[in-house]
């Protein structure tokens, strides 16, 4: 099995950076996810250099999608690079604004199809730098809140270009009839609308249509239709600022046909910014135009893992099962889409090897892990679920009144506890009886 980067077995036991996920689970418990500090740091720099090298005729912006994982120290760990942030509730807002210092909400933007009245005003106050919005209903709700703030709303029209983005439909966002976005036929009404609206600043265009993609031809699909609408815009006096092509960019988590993988940053980058300026150069040459990008799983992704403890094991005559201390509560997404996770042991196993499904404790037949794996596996074994740093912890619940798990930045030989593991009484100490 082919490890992310920053993971490796030394002396037989598996390693992030300079630690032993073995000394790591001694010291903080399992379930536990372990992030590398310098597995982000290059996910992000491959952004930005890329942005550097092939974007030489305006601004460029990574606004890192903080749904992927939300950690105050990742948020402070990327925020310290220059990121921006994408944004989709007024929570999120709120620890970019505690982790990311001064200044940070200038570089945040606002994504997301139900954006409350409150949650647009904190956004207001904040000053954030763009709003993302989504529907003709939500640019008058905007103006309305904007006016009552004696504020301007600095707006993007979430654009659906309908393309077919080619991964799992749940994660498919770009298609006419996924929920996002203005419909790409309606989208230049709705900006006239948005220009006749007294307390709203129209600086930019955005799309999202998808998430782990593999290939980025959907993407640039994409981004030709959006260069053909800001070339209409511009005939009808509409200016737009910026150009913001989301997120999507998917990662290698193991189980990819032969020859398929998922296409380079730089690669998918140099793409973007070839096709904007020879646009630039035929049509456009003199005005400057940001480019803004919205990356989640393709920073974070890849640089996490999920241990967890085999707790017993229940070979039998159809299916083996290893039940493990982490479930569907901690890592959702093979329960919700199916998705695969490699898993290596931490140490290489002593018992027979057979095919085993890793399943949690949860009272749920969708609670597994993985399925059908190889592996020679004894009880108190310690596994990673691999490729686990994006939509992991974000997505635990409290189902089955589980403790959510903690959480580990390893930086070289240091682990640091980055977020401490929950207590059952934390899950319902909100909670009251009736009286009498
Ligand atoms: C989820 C999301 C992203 C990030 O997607 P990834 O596939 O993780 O890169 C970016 N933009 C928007 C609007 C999103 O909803």
């Known amino acids: 099995m082919k490890l992310p980067a920053h993971f490796d077995y030394r002396e037989d036991r598996l390693h992030i950076e300079q630690l032993a996920v073995e000394d790591i689970a001694t010291r903080f418990g399992t379930p536990c996810y372990v992030y590398s500090k ?242 630039r150069a035929a049509r456009h040459a003199g005005k400057p135009l940001t480019v803004m990008f919205e990356p989640g799983r393709s920073l974070v992704g890849n640089a996490g893992i999920l241990l967890t403890r085999v707790e017993v094991l229940k070979p039998g005559s159809s299916k083996n099962f290893a039940v493990v201390d982490a479930a569907m509560n901690d890592l959702m997404r093979p329960a919700m889409y199916e998705a695969w996770h490699g898993v290596a042991p931490a140490r290489p196993g002593t018992g027979e090897v057979r095919s085993w499904d890793i399943v949690g404790p949860v009272c749920e037949s969708g609670d597994w892990l993985a399925r059908g794996r190889e592996l020679a596996l004894a009880e108190d074994d310690l596994l990673a679920i691999l490729s686990a740093g994006a939509y992991g912890m974000t997505m635990a619940s409290n189902y089955n009144t589980r403790p959510r798990a903690a959480e580990v930045m390893v930086d070289g030989d240091q682990a640091y506890l980055i977020r401490e593991r929950e207590t059952a009484e934390q899950l319902f100490a909100g909670e009251r009886l009736l009286p009498g």
Not at 156 to 174: E, F, W
């Open 38 to 279: 310098a597995a982000l740091l290059e996910n992000f720099a491959s952004y930005q250099d890329a942005c550097a090298r092939f974007y030489a005729h305006g601004q460029t912006l990574v606004c890192y999608a903080l749904k992927a994982n939300s950690n105050l120290a990742l948020i402070d760990l990327l925020a310290r690079q220059g990121a921006g942030f994408d944004i989709v509730s007024a929570g999120e807002l709120k620890r970019v604004v505690s982790a990311g210092g001064p200044g940070v909400a200038g570089r945040v933007i606002f994504s997301g199809v139900g954006k409350s009245r409150a949650e647009m005003q904190y956004a207001l106050e904040q000053g954030i730098r763009c709003f993302n919005v989504e529907s003709v209903s939500e640019l008058h709700h905007l103006n309305e809140v904007a006016g009552r703030c004696g504020r301007r709303a600095p707006v993007s029209l979430r654009v659906n270009p309908d393309v077919d983005a080619k991964t799992h439909p749940y994660i498919s966002t770009g298609l006419k009839e996924n929920k996002f976005g203005v419909a790409f036929d309606d989208a230049r009404a709705a900006y006239q609308l948005a220009r006749s609206l007294p307390h709203l600043d129209v600086i930019g265009i955005d799309c999202h249509i998808g998430s782990q993609l593999l290939d980025d031809a959907p993407l640039i699909e994409a981004l030709d239709k959006l260069i053909g609408l800001i070339d209409q815009l511009a005939a009808e006096g509409i200016e737009i600022h910026h150009l913001d092509l989301g997120g999507g960019i998917g990662i290698r988590y193991g189980d990819e046909a032969p020859g398929e993988a998922p296409v380079r940053v730089a690669d998918y980058l140099q793409r973007v910014f070839a096709r904007i300026d020879a646009w």
